[in-house]
């Protein structure tokens, strides 16, 4: 999602799975995604780890173009240049707000998905702190948000939750070589 542009196949799947192991999307994961997708989508997209096929991704915003897995290389080196010689925009998509609703909206957004999260994971609080880290994005912007996320990061890295998902996570892979 840092990237200038995204190209990517009808087949891939793209989504942000890391509560799955207790912990938030990293590396600007939950910043980036609202600017791209809004605010919904996102939360959507990182409380049920849900990925998003290639065609949707596309119609999001979430990637600029879907091509064959023939073109893909060819397709992406083209987007490249193009962006380098200025015949396509150069996006930073940590600063987009086009799909960013405003403040007030955003709030009703995010007091909605606080309370589906404590119905439907009461003893969960690795969601909630994503929806927090979320809602910085709105209220403080893209540094601060940077900022919250990575303290968050750590605190629920170091989490008993994560701990435990991460061993199950490695547990239903080991089975399932037996």
Not at 62 to 74: F, G, I, M, R, W
Not at 150 to 168: M, Q, Y
Request: proline fraction near 6%; glycine fraction near 8%.
């Amino acid at each position: 999602m840092a990237c200038h542009a995204r190209i990517c196949t009808p087949s891939a799947q793209l989504g942000l799975p890391e509560l799955q192991l207790g912990v938030l999307p990293g590396f600007g994961g939950t910043q980036r995604l609202p600017r791209l997708v809004g605010l919904c989508k996102s939360l959507e997209m990182m409380l049920t780890s849900k990925p998003v096929k290639g065609e949707e991704a596309c119609g999001l915003g979430l990637v600029n173009a879907v091509v064959s897995p023939n073109e893909l290389v060819a397709t992406a080196r083209r987007w490249a240049l193009d962006i380098l010689e200025h015949r396509k925009p150069w996006i930073a998509s940590l600063y987009k707000t086009d799909k960013l609703e405003p403040l007030g909206e955003a709030r009703e957004i995010f007091k909605f998905a606080r309370a589906q999260t404590k119905k439907q994971a009461p003893n969960l609080t690795h969601p909630l702190v994503c929806i927090d880290v979320v809602e910085e994005v709105v209220v403080s912007g893209p540094i601060a948000g940077l900022w919250k996320e990575l303290e968050a990061f750590e605190g629920l890295l170091k989490s008993d939750t994560c701990k435990s998902l991460v061993h199950i996570f490695f547990a239903q892979r080991g089975t399932s070589k037996v």
